[in-house]
């Protein structure tokens, strides 16, 4: 066998033998079999990085959930669930979808702004850890809906905006002034005394989550520093907080990006936390990307390529409706042919979709060596790709394969124009 350089921050993909495998198996196999696109996962990517975790907090009592809105395939669901995770949720869907895959009720989180009744009385009764309260409005609908409809108390924590910035792209910051989400840092003491007031809520921690793909560490301390000194004044005015919650965030390497590993993120973080008194608390984070979005890739065939003035289009069988993030977050992803091919013949390619918009692209200004029938695979497709999929254009969705060492488990079929018309009325 020839050696098999792994792809940067992918250590389980890899070209041999001149074929981009995932594990042990070859993808243009898994192509021909289950057709294109196609996402295919590693298992052991998405554990190596569970371990990183893990690492980190050994010999601390921490819970790590799961954000599945970063992918909520309940095959990818259920690596979690039996590696023993909690899961962070934002919706009644998404309770259901962790509940079907094996998750405990009693590790599970519920963060959102926008919670509706039913879904509280859903969590209530399904007895989960902790809503993650957003507002002062919600305290008082949580409340009434715990003590009239539930006849139990609901346990809380209030999410702080802690007023840092991530330095990630602005529609992926959630801990400014300026975003929606959580209580104002000025407003985090009163809010925290009201919530100890209301006889149906019972407050159990705090959290605070400032945004997605952060590749540094000083946010994560500014953000804990803030929260820190607001744990101080909240307990000296007798309200005990048991859990301190720290949100996700933590980014990937999509293209030369170095953020942390999590084990010396939290090395950090723990050590502010020991120097402040506060690392025996117990601890919560609700990690998505760093979990799943490099074990993931996303396979698809070249139907055309097609010479423009100004411009060399791919087309490829992949669209936005399939891989969101380059059409609305300007989002890279590496794409990278099946089969290794000569680069000196490569042209420059705006790699793009079906979908009849001008959005509807993948990558641009590519160096590829590709023909017609070639296959291709888009990198770090294991965040929000699938769980963000849509049936634009009357598009099925993907096709999902786990693979295990040799073993790969189709663990989503792929949609059919049946399953899209299933609840349509005419
Ligand atoms: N906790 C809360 C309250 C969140 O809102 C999020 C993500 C997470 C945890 C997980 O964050 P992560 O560890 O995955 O960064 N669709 C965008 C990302 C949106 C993130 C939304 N919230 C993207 O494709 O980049």
Known sequence: MSPSPALPGHPHIAQRDGALHVEALPLAALAREHGT?????????????????????????????????????????RVFAEAGCGFDIVSGGELARVLAAGADPAKVIF???????????????????????????????????????????????????PNVDPKTHPYISTGLKGNKFGVAHDRALATYRHA????????VGIDCHIGSQITEASPYLDALERVLDLVVLIEEAGIPLHHLDFGGGLGIDYNHDTPPAA??????????????GFG?????????????????????????????????????????????????????????????????????????????????????DRELNVAQGDLL????????????????????????????????????????????LRNELT
């Open 263 to 276: 084990d010396a993120l939290w090395k950090q973080l723990l050590a502010r936390l020991d120097a402040r």
């Open 111 to 161: 963060s959102g702004v926008g919670k509706t009744r039913a879904e509280m009385r859903q969590a209530l009764a399904a007895g989960i850890a902790c809503f993650n309260v957003e507002s002062e409005a919600e305290l008082e609908v949580l409340n009434a809906v715990a003590l009239e409809e539930a006849g139990r108390r609901a346990r809380i924590s209030i999410r702080i905006n």
């Open 377 to 420: 695979a888009v990198l770090s497709a294991g965040a929000y790709c699938m769980s963000m999929a849509s049936n634009y254009n009357t598009r099925g969705r993907a096709a999902e394969v786990l693979v295990a060492g040799n073993r790969a488990t189709l663990i989503r079929r792929r949609e059919s124009v049946e399953d899209q």
């Open 37 to 77: 696109p196609l996402f295919v996962y590693s298992k052991q990517w998405m554990l190596d990085a569970l371990a990183a975790y893990q690492r980190g907090f050994e010999g601390r009592d921490a819970l790590i959930c799961y954000a599945m809105k970063a992918n909520s395939s309940l095959g990818v669901l």
């Open 280 to 364: 025996q608390r117990k601890l919560v984070v609700e990690p998505g990307r760093s979990l799943v979005g490099n074990a993931g890739v996303c396979v698809t065939e070249v139907l055309y390529t097609k010479p423009g003035e100004d411009k060399n289009f791919c087309i490829v069988d992949a669209a936005m409706n399939d891989l969101p993030r380059p059409a609305m977050y300007q989002a890279f992803h590496r794409i990278v042919p099946l089969a290794a091919r000569d680069a000196a013949g490569a042209t420059t390619y705006d790699v793009v979709g079906p979908v009849c918009e001008s959005g509807d692209w993948i990558g641009r």
């Open 196 to 203: 100890a007031s209301l006889p149906g809520l019972e407050v």
